[in-house]
Every structure is written in structure tokens, then in C-alpha cells.
């Protein structure tokens, strides 16, 4: 890859980044109006780097969140919308769907930092946390254009933490329906978790405050399933 200096504050990729298709992508935020878009793959010689308009106020910032379904990245902004880049295409639209609605009392210290953005079988889902409330889920319907509540997972398992969420359906017991979170307690023994059915998190009920976390500090990785090369 050619090197290129990580002045944005996020990165992604397409693909594993051993594959020729890879994408990698980074967006910065410019003004409330503008991000700029880099974007490069293997082979390549330099980055490509392009300042789009946004129709809609789109405030990004360290803590935006990014994931790629069906050939496009979604970013999920500070403000709770939702942009979309086409790396074939080079195109950037932020959506026209209002950010969820949530309780007042949901927007407390930190609340902008408590938001993160998974996808299930092509399916957009954002969750959002209160440091004193269990966490809404919610799926963004892209026919009618607008977010709705979920109540339940259905056997679905959620990990997510501010730089990468994976979901997975062959877990038992009560990590069925569960979101876990990359928050680690019992000095790294635990990461936090919630369960939809029990509605609880696990350990017990407590305060968590997401402006404590660093973002860096940790992160979930799927491994991959030939694990040899890696030996």
C-alpha cells in the first residue's frame, strides 16, 4: 500500500486486507457540510481523496462508526445519521432518515459516545446506551425510510465496540440474544454484556459511562478460519 498520512479519524476495510478486492476507506470531517473521503486497494499507487457536500448535516468525529454491507460503507455520525459511500460509484449521500428516537433522559453525559452501528444478514442495526438505562436497539427499514425498535434479537448475538461490531447465530445458552460489549471488567477477565430476554446486563446492574473508554483500547476481531498462515 502506499503510505499515506492517517490524518482521519477512521479507517475501514472491505474485505480481509490480504484480498486483491480490498477497499480501505477513511473519512474525516471538514465542516458540518463536508467530509473528505480517502479511499485505496491493493496495487495501487497513491490515495485517492475527494471533499463531498452533504445534503444533510453530518458531524463525524473520532467516535463515527463504519461498516461495509452489500458493496457500501455506512458510517454512522456523531449525531446519530447515517452516510453511505459507494466505492464503485464514488459516491456520498447521507440519508434522509432522522436519527432513532429515544427517551430525553437518554441524552445525558457522554451520550454521543454510546452509540454503535452492526449489520446482520445485509440488515442496518444501530444501539444506542445510556450510562443509567438498558440499551434500545433499533433496524434501520430501508423501504419505508425509517428506524424501528426491536424487542428481540431472535437468537442473534450482537459484539460491538466503537471500531468494529460482528453478529453471529451459532452461540448457545444466554449468549443467544445478547449484545456484548468491548468493555472489559475483573481487570480483563469479563467484557460487559446485555441480554435481551433477561433484559440485564451482565456483571450486574451498574454505571457505564462510554466517555471513560478508549476507543483504541480495545476491539472485536473475527478470526479467520484458516489459521496456519498465522502460525
Known sequence: MPSFEINHQIVAFSSAPTSSECILFSIKHMSPTVVAISTCHPGATDWTTVN??????????????VIFVGGLFYCLSLTGWVGVYD?????????????????DHFFSKNWWKGKF????KGEILVIYTCCNENPIIFKLDQTEMGWVEMKTLAGVTLFVSFLSSHSRTDLLGLMRNSIYFS????FGKRCIS??????????????????EQDPFESIWIEPPEELSTFI
Open 87 to 103: 466505492p464503485l460509484k464514488r459516491t456520498w449521500d447521507v440519508l434522509p432518515v432522522p436519527p432513532p428516537k429515544c427517551p
Open 52 to 65: 463531498y457536500a452533504n445534503r444533510l448535516p453530518f458531524v463525524s468525529s473520532i467516535w463515527n462508526k
Open 194 to 211: 446485555y441480554s435481551v430476554d433477561k433484559c440485564r446486563y451482565y456483571p450486574c446492574k451498574r454505571c457505564y459511562d462510554w466517555g
Open 117 to 120: 452501528i452492526a449489520e446482520h
Open 183 to 186: 468493555k472489559v471488567r475483573f
